[in-house]
């Protein structure tokens, strides 16, 4: 299965298909100077923090990720509360709470071990929702992937703790080629969590990942992004390139597959979320914070296919944009011809802080069925001075007052994460923001 | 004690305080009247340090320290209010997370420890008891669809939880219906105390029949045209300003 798809891959590769329609300048990308795979040198990981890179562990604190769960996610402890299938650098060298998602019948593994172990599930699912060819960078991912996460759960199970797996690019120049395949059968639910964060680099590395959901009948898969890579140095030099595909699938009727994703990181993203609503009455939701600051560059949206009837989506989208950076919304909702009923809202709402940065929406709309019903709201704010007085003559610095005035901002997003995920995320949008006034 | 000196002050490039003197002891609650547009927010503004408010002449000390060089959340931590006479909304966020953050920020600015989160709630609901802010308010965004009424309720709420030792209320009293009249009153009363200094901005003497002030200035043009003692706001209610604001135009 593996090596069909590798093939497929390369002969795809051959026509370069660069990201064109994304609102994104970056220099070509040297693919024979990236290494498309690189495995952790020591495969054992560090044995204390001490022996992890200090900046990550400043990151961390920084986040008030206690020190149990940093020795996780710098690979040192063995185990935690949430499941982490830890890919540290390409290969996944830590799997755990197999036991208890076993009992449950729940698979969440590794996807070369899913390979082995699971062939039939692995053959009749991966490439189905993101086939090889779709686009430059899911060709480059299906020719090369390294390693990444598979997740079954069987019909009517519920899954037991949130998943969560978090990435760490940590070889230098790594391009990191992750595949995710998460299936839901009929009348499951899961909910999925991706976190990310890496150390300062000086080259630029490339993220382009692969994600896969299928939601069969009555299921429904939760997947939170908090993603959080190096966004570059002051000039924009160094930063990742996360250039990701993501893609549900709502396979069959009632089911519902939702996004929700925190970006604060990487020079460069270029990320849709999508949902493919073939089942009748099925829902897919796009929840989204896209911060950018310095000279980020962020081109994300979602796009919502609508192919069943009585289908419904729901965008939400809050972007905010710092520095010099550029920050697009670009989405794409469509109704097939035999998507009657269709329901799209959409809510896109763009802040800016100070005066040299821009923000962008681009919707695409397309209906090819006379009953479907499609809203569209967009806004475009400042953070006025009178809020910030207010909040100053109330005792908050500057810094402060931006980062409550921006976490209001977002409250609708930030709620649809999990709890543990949420606060992270609040710390971190503050963080991200650090040296955007004054 | 608050000490203002031959303020002058201007908002882009706009003449709005023409020398101001003010001085304010502990334990002393001063109101100040005035025709609208006579300068008694921009004074506040001033006072509290909104940027783009900028004094050209005179000075402001507050407890020996001039304030010139301190900016707004500086002036907070060191015991500065302004209930504002527009409060403003700030959306998503909960009143609830407002207040805990702003008390948080100060006293982290005053190298205090934070506050932990059951004494903060058991505070908050003390204080909101007395000030009749439901909880449903407190988890709604700060000032976001507040009533006017409810808006100076929850000024005054910040207040009392920030405890500060200036205080200045512009035009707490309107909007307010006469029961929230009262219950806002006998909030600022509890905070009066022999530390506390308090400027109270008021058109209406109905206010300062609740909370008695010590001294009554009369704001005209950027200028304070008459001082004098609580009976003052009783003669103004009966002949408004026509005397000071002609006697100062003659
Ligand atoms: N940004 C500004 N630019 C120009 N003029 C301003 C500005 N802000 C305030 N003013 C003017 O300054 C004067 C004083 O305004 P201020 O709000 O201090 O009055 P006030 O005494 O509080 O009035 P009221 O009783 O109506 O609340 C007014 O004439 C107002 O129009
Ligand atoms: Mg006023």
New interface residues.
Partial sequence: MDAKLASGGISSLENDGRATWARVEYPKIDFEDLHYYAAPKNTEGPKSLDEVDPELLETYKKLGIPLSEQEILAGVAPENRVAVDAVFDSVSVATTFKEELAKAGVIFCPISEAVREHPELVQKYLGSVVPVSDNFYATLNSAVFSDGSFVYVPPGVRCPMELSTYFRINEKNTGQFERTLIIADKGSYVSYLEGCTAPQRDENQLHAAVVELVALEDAEIKYSTVQNWYPGDSEGKGGIYNFVTKRGDCREKNSKISWTQVETGSAITWKYPSCILRGDNSQGEFYSIAISNGHQQIDSGTKMIHLGKNTASRIISKGISAGVSQNTYRGQVSAHRKASNARNFTQCDSLLIGDKCGAHTVPYIESKNSSAVFEHEATTSKI????M??????????E??VA??V??????VIQQLPMEFAVEAQKLISISLEGSVG | MLEIKNLHAEVDGNKILRGIDLTVRPGEVHAIMGPNGSGKSTLS?VL?????YEITEGSISYNGVDWSEL???E???AG???A?QY???????ATM??LK???N??RK?RGEDEISTPDFMKLVREKSKELKVTPDMLKR?LNVGFSGGEKKRAEIL?MSL?EPTLCVLDETDSGLDIDALRIVSEGVNQLRSPERSMIVITHYQRLLDHIVPDVVHVLSKGKIVKTGGKELALELEKNGYADYVDEEAA
Avoid: H, W
């Fill in positions: 006025s001075d009178d809020q007085f207010y909040c100053q003559a109330r005792g908050l610095d500057e402060e007052a409550l005035i976490n209001g901002f977002v409250r609708d | 503004y509290a340090g909104k940027e783009d900016g707004a959340d002036r907070a931590a500065m209010f302004l504002f409060p403003i909304e700030i959306p998503g966020v997370t407002f953050t702003a008390l920020a100060q600015a965004p910040q920030l």
